[in-house]
T-cell receptor
Framework: ETGVTQTPRHLVMGMTNKKSLKCEQH?????MYWYKQSAKKPLELMFV???????ENNSVPSRFSPECPNSSHLFLHLHTLQPEDSALYLC?????????????????FGPGTRLTVL | TQLLEQSPQFLSIQEGENLTVYCNSS?????LQWYRQEPGEGPVLLVT?????EVKKLKRLTFQFGDARKDSSLHITAAQPGDTGLYLC?????????????FGQGTILTVHP
């Protein structure tokens, strides 16, 4: 596999379920990201991990819990979600080599998980 | 909070026409990126512009970064049906180390044969 992969591609869950989204990058990158893409809002950054450390939590509700066991894998654990959490959840990775590289840092996105909360 | 206003939200044109998509902000960005996203896929980076006033060309696509690094435009010449998709602009905040991106709302482009 190459690039950034995400599983599952589609997920339907009830509000009381617990599920996890998985992201894997095969690019040797140091940073990984979770984004939420809703129909009526711009793509929103949720979490950033750099070298397995969380460096950004964009005021995300605690019903979303990220986990980054190593630089290649990123999970998003979901529990007691609301219907308004239905969206496309995108994972991305980048090299993120430091302040001088920030402006030109390229993020590579996975295909996303289409989540529907009933 | 930095915001990026992207316009128009929808564009439906005939093959061969030209179009321009705009991305505006009151904030200064260290760079501005343009992505294209197709259904069922994640966004794919088209270009990064870094210097104020910079112009980059990719075949029929021309990207411009404003002098003040607050706005950008994407111009497509002689659009083709294969250009259909969602176009997103994203700003990289100054001083960021890890590429924190602020996205515009996106422009859904449909090019009819």
């Amino acid at each position: 596999e190459t690039g950034v992969t995400q599983t599952p591609r589609h997920l339907v869950m009830g509000m009381t379920n617990k599920k996890s989204l998985k992201c894997e990058q095969h690019l040797g990158h140091n940073a990984m990201y979770w984004y939420k893409q809703s129909a009526k809002k711009p793509l929103e950054l949720m979490f950033v991990y750099n070298f397995k450390e969380q460096t950004e939590n964009n005021s995300v509700p605690s019903r979303f819990s990220p986990e980054c066991p190593n630089s290649s894998h990123l999970f998003l654990h979901l529990h007691t979600l609301q219907p308004e959490d239905s969206a496309l959840y995108l994972c991305a990775s980048s090299q993120a080599t430091g302040t001088s590289g920030g402006a030109r840092d390229t993020q590579y996105f996975g295909p996303g998980t289409r989540l529907t909360v009933l | 909070t930095q915001l990026l206003e992207q316009s128009p939200q929808f564009l439906s044109i005939q093959e061969g026409e030209n179009l321009t998509v705009y991305c505006n902000s009151s904030s200064v960005f260290s760079s501005l990126q343009w992505y294209r996203q197709e259904p069922g896929e994640g966004p794919v980076l088209l270009v990064t512009v870094v210097t104020g006033g910079e112009v980059k060309k990719l075949k029929r696509l021309t990207f411009q970064f404003g002098d003040a690094r607050k706005d950008s435009s994407l111009h497509i010449t002689a659009a083709q049906p294969g250009d259909t998709g969602l176009y997103l602009c994203a700003g990289v905040a100054g001083g960021t180390s890890y590429g924190k991106l602020t996205f515009g709302q996106g422009t859904i482009l449909t090019v009819h044969p």
